[in-house]
Protein backbone atom coordinates (compact mmCIF):
# COMPACT_ATOMS: atom_id res chain seq x y z
CA UNK A 1 0.00 0.00 0.00
CA UNK A 2 1.11 3.54 -0.55
CA UNK A 3 -0.23 6.77 1.36
CA UNK A 4 0.68 10.24 -0.06
CA UNK A 5 0.74 12.83 2.43
CA UNK A 6 1.78 16.15 2.89
CA UNK A 7 -0.73 18.73 1.19
CA UNK A 8 -2.32 21.50 2.24
CA UNK A 9 -3.01 25.01 1.66
CA UNK A 10 0.11 27.38 0.61
CA UNK A 11 0.71 30.69 -0.95
CA UNK A 12 1.86 31.57 -4.42
CA UNK A 13 5.52 31.11 -4.52
CA UNK A 14 5.45 29.34 -1.07
CA UNK A 15 6.93 25.64 -0.52
CA UNK A 16 5.74 22.14 0.52
CA UNK A 17 7.04 18.63 0.77
CA UNK A 18 4.65 15.94 -0.43
CA UNK A 19 5.57 12.29 1.02
CA UNK A 20 4.77 8.65 0.01
CA UNK A 21 5.14 5.88 2.44
CA UNK A 22 4.81 2.14 1.21
CA UNK A 23 4.24 -0.30 3.74
CA UNK A 24 6.74 -2.80 2.84
CA UNK A 25 10.12 -2.53 0.95
CA UNK A 26 10.79 0.22 -1.82
CA UNK A 27 14.05 -1.40 -3.06
CA UNK A 28 12.34 -3.78 -5.31
CA UNK A 29 10.63 -1.14 -7.57
CA UNK A 30 11.83 -0.31 -11.10
CA UNK A 31 10.75 3.22 -10.15
CA UNK A 32 8.36 5.49 -8.33
CA UNK A 33 6.32 8.07 -9.43
CA UNK A 34 4.15 11.12 -8.76
CA UNK A 35 1.14 12.11 -10.97
CA UNK A 36 -1.37 15.26 -10.38
CA UNK A 37 -4.83 15.95 -11.14
CA UNK A 38 -5.73 19.31 -11.29
CA UNK A 39 -9.51 20.21 -11.64
CA UNK A 40 -11.01 19.53 -14.59
CA UNK A 41 -8.13 18.32 -16.15
CA UNK A 42 -6.41 14.77 -16.66
CA UNK A 43 -4.17 13.38 -14.39
CA UNK A 44 -0.48 14.05 -15.19
CA UNK A 45 2.81 12.79 -14.79
CA UNK A 46 5.59 14.80 -13.16
CA UNK A 47 7.92 13.21 -11.63
CA UNK A 48 10.02 9.93 -11.25
CA UNK A 49 12.80 8.34 -9.37
CA UNK A 50 14.19 5.37 -10.53
CA UNK A 51 15.77 2.50 -8.79
CA UNK A 52 18.93 3.26 -9.18
CA UNK A 53 18.19 6.93 -7.78
CA UNK A 54 18.19 8.87 -11.49
CA UNK A 55 15.49 11.46 -11.67
CA UNK A 56 12.87 12.59 -14.53
CA UNK A 57 10.44 15.49 -14.26
CA UNK A 58 8.10 16.88 -16.55
CA UNK A 59 8.98 20.10 -18.40
CA UNK A 60 6.11 21.90 -16.06
CA UNK A 61 7.67 21.36 -12.80
CA UNK A 62 11.40 21.07 -13.84
CA UNK A 63 13.55 23.49 -11.62
CA UNK A 64 10.96 23.85 -8.87
CA UNK A 65 10.26 19.97 -7.58
CA UNK A 66 13.05 17.70 -6.49
CA UNK A 67 11.94 13.82 -6.17
CA UNK A 68 14.09 11.78 -3.67
CA UNK A 69 13.89 8.44 -2.07
CA UNK A 70 14.74 6.82 1.29
CA UNK A 71 15.15 3.30 0.67
CA UNK A 72 15.08 2.57 5.29
CA UNK A 73 11.89 5.02 5.66
CA UNK A 74 10.08 2.94 2.51
CA UNK A 75 9.21 6.64 1.18
CA UNK A 76 9.71 8.94 -1.57
CA UNK A 77 9.33 12.43 -1.31
CA UNK A 78 8.48 15.84 -3.47
CA UNK A 79 10.02 19.04 -2.49
CA UNK A 80 8.01 21.56 -4.33
CA UNK A 81 9.41 25.36 -4.19
CA UNK A 82 7.85 28.53 -6.53
CA UNK A 83 4.61 26.93 -6.19
CA UNK A 84 2.27 28.59 -8.53
CA UNK A 85 -1.29 28.37 -8.96
CA UNK A 86 -1.26 26.46 -11.86
CA UNK A 87 -0.06 23.65 -9.28
CA UNK A 88 -3.33 23.28 -7.61
CA UNK A 89 -3.67 19.82 -7.82
CA UNK A 90 -4.64 16.24 -5.84
CA UNK A 91 -0.57 14.52 -5.87
CA UNK A 92 -0.62 10.97 -6.17
CA UNK A 93 2.14 8.45 -6.24
CA UNK A 94 2.22 5.30 -7.58
CA UNK A 95 5.14 2.14 -7.86
CA UNK A 96 5.85 -0.03 -10.34
CA UNK A 97 7.42 -3.24 -10.48
CA UNK A 98 8.17 -5.85 -12.95
CA UNK A 99 4.51 -7.04 -12.38
CA UNK A 100 2.06 -4.69 -11.74
CA UNK A 101 1.51 -0.83 -11.22
CA UNK A 102 0.40 0.11 -6.93
CA UNK A 103 -1.16 3.27 -6.45
CA UNK A 104 -2.13 4.79 -3.17
CA UNK A 105 -4.76 7.80 -1.74
CA UNK A 106 -3.69 11.22 -3.26
CA UNK A 107 -3.04 14.47 -1.19
CA UNK A 108 -4.57 17.80 -2.15
CA UNK A 109 -2.54 20.80 -2.42
CA UNK A 110 -3.81 24.34 -2.94
CA UNK A 111 -2.13 27.09 -3.96
CA UNK A 112 -3.73 29.99 -3.44
CA UNK A 113 -3.20 33.34 -1.52
Known amino acids: QLQASGGGLVQPGGSLRLSCAAS????????MNWYRQGPGKQREWIAR???????DYSDTVKGRFTVSRDNAKNTIYLQMISLKPEDTAVYYC?????????WGPGTLVTVSS
Open 49 to 55: VRQGGTT
Open 94 to 102: NAVSTTRTY
Open 24 to 31: GSIVSFLA
